[in-house]
């Protein structure tokens, strides 16, 4: 009887000290006390079984970091200094995988893959000194996260620089954070309380079906005025799902845009070719739409999402909102100083019907609402209108006769006053 307790007791130890070394805690540096040590990121991934958790010590990191199991990435306070840093490598950001939609080439600075339970928060993600086609534009998509087939919680994350210098117009590369599914896989990851700035394409974006994000108290800056691409800042599209809520997006503008011109555009928060979008909460300003729902004949619709709540200011050229889709409500929104229109339901760009505007703000804009003269049938609700030139127009273009001069862009939006097509917003697909 005792051989079979001891027998007994000895399982259980063993069962538990195994347990123990699956959430097993390490560090890279050396600022915590009796915690195993790595020189790099990567090693500590490495060494670390699923559902452990690595500790990166204030420092720069030289490296990608590569993910494929359940893990906790957390940079750490030591003393007064709490700031760890990936950068790129002396050699430079490498591709390191592929899209699951198109099969281009990646360099992604951390890319998680096939894994669930991956969280990684308190780091700063720099893609400076990427040496990714300077002086041109690369094929290679430079991302700052990447979540692949892959679930989990990205949580006050700086990612930064995810740009390139001296490249050509139209340059698409540079992604902030980005999930994607393919392949059969799915993704689901939060994404919140981050910072996300200079991007060269997107801030934050989450492409095709199998993916649902929630997008919650992100701050994400565009460059401003630029050449390089249509930026966005946030970019829920392709058939992906989630919830767009609580985040300031601003500074997208891509300034060889006009009016009268047909090409891409920059957006805020921009829903492409994916349905039952939720996007509230939000502030944006300083773009050229502030929110769009576009529908693609090829990818699909952007239908039945909704607009609330939201504070969206100073869209240059373009709309306040932009709708491209049908069965969506816009709702409860306060929309000041847009170039064209306060909220437009776009025929330009194919059917749009069953959309409902109501209880929306609009201050300083040529038109409160624009809804197109092809567009089929849609309510528009009481909505309240301060110094608008038109309340409700007929039209799909509104220009306005003078332009304020603090407007960005503004002699662009005078070119042209009837034009037959008009600017799409540009997703990121890489």
Same mark, same amino acid.
């Given at each position: 009887m005792r051989t079979v307790r001891v027998a007994i007791t000895s399982t259980i130890f063993l069962f538990v000290f195994a347990s123990h070394l699956l959430a097993a805690t390490v560090q890279v540096g050396t600022c915590r006390n009796s915690v195993p040590s790595f020189a790099t990121i990567q090693a500590a991934? =490495?060494?670390?079984?699923?559902?452990?958790?690595? %500790?990166?010590?204030?420092?720069?990191?030289?490296?990608?970091?590569?993910?494929?199991?359940?893990? =906790?990435?957390? #940079?750490? %306070?030591?003393?007064?200094?709490?700031?760890?840093?990936?950068?790129?490598?002396?050699? #430079?950001? $490498?591709?390191?995988?592929?899209? %699951?939609?198109? #099969? *281009?080439?990646?360099?992604?600075?951390?890319? $998680?893959?096939?894994?669930?339970?991956?969280?990684?928060?308190?780091?700063?993600?720099?893609?400076? *000194?990427?040496?990714?086609?300077?002086?041109?534009?690369?094929?290679? =998509? %430079?991302? #700052? $996260?990447?979540?692949?087939?892959?679930?989990?919680?990205? =949580?006050?994350?700086?990612?930064?620089?995810?740009?390139?210098?001296?490249?050509?117009?139209?340059?698409?590369s540079g992604l902030g954070i980005f999930v994607q599914s393919g392949n059969s896989g799915t993704s689901n990851v939060r994404i919140v309380n981050n910072y996300v700035e200079n991007y060269q394409k997107n801030g934050i974006t989450a492409n095709e079906a199998g993916t649902t994000v929630t997008i919650t108290a992100n701050n994400v800056v565009g460059q401003g005025p630029t050449t390089g691409a249509a930026e966005n800042s946030i970019q829920v599209g392709f058939g992906a799902a989630g919830q767009v809520s609580g985040n300031v997006a601003m500074d997208d503008i891509f300034s060889p845009d006009t009016i009268s011109g047909s090409g891409n555009a920059a957006s805020g928060i921009l829903v492409f070719a994916s349905t039952g979008v939720t996007v509230t909460g939000n502030t944006v300003g300083n773009t050229q739409f502030g929110i769009a729902f576009v529908s693609d004949a090829t990818a699909g619709p952007a239908d039945n999402g909704t607009i609330q709540g939201n504070r969206i200011s100073a869209t240059r050229v373009f709309d306040g909102v932009e709708l491209c889709g049908s069965g969506n409500t816009v709702i409860g929104n306060t929309i000041s100083g847009s170039d064209e229109s306060g909220v437009h339901i776009d025929s330009t760009c194919g059917a749009v019907a069953s959309n409902t505007v109501s209880k929306n703000t609009i201050n300083d804009a040529c038109a409160g609402i624009l809804v197109g003269t092809a567009a089929g049938s849609n309510t528009i609700g009481t909505n309240n209108f301060y110094n608008t030139r038109n309340t409700t127009l007929t039209a799909d273009t509104c220009t306005p006769p003078v332009m304020a001069p603090t407007r960005l862009l503004a002699a662009h939006a005078a070119a042209a006053s009837a034009a037959t097509n008009h600017a799409r917003p540009s997703p990121a697909r890489p």
């Open positions: 991934v =490495n060494a670390s079984s699923a559902g452990g958790t690595v %500790l990166v010590c204030p420092g720069s990191y030289a490296e990608q970091v590569g993910i494929d199991k359940a893990l =906790n990435l957390f #940079g750490v %306070l030591s003393g007064t200094e709490k700031a760890a840093v990936i950068v790129a490598p002396s050699g #430079g950001i $490498v591709q390191n995988t592929t899209s %699951l939609s198109s #099969g *281009n080439p990646i360099a992604a600075q951390i890319l $998680v893959t096939n894994a669930t339970g991956v969280n990684i928060s308190n780091l700063t993600v720099d893609g400076a *000194n990427s040496q990714i086609s300077v002086g041109g534009c690369s094929p290679v =998509n %430079l991302v #700052g $996260v990447l979540y692949q087939n892959a679930s989990g919680t990205v =949580n006050h994350l700086a990612v930064i620089n995810q740009a390139l210098t001296g490249v050509s117009i139209g340059c698409q």
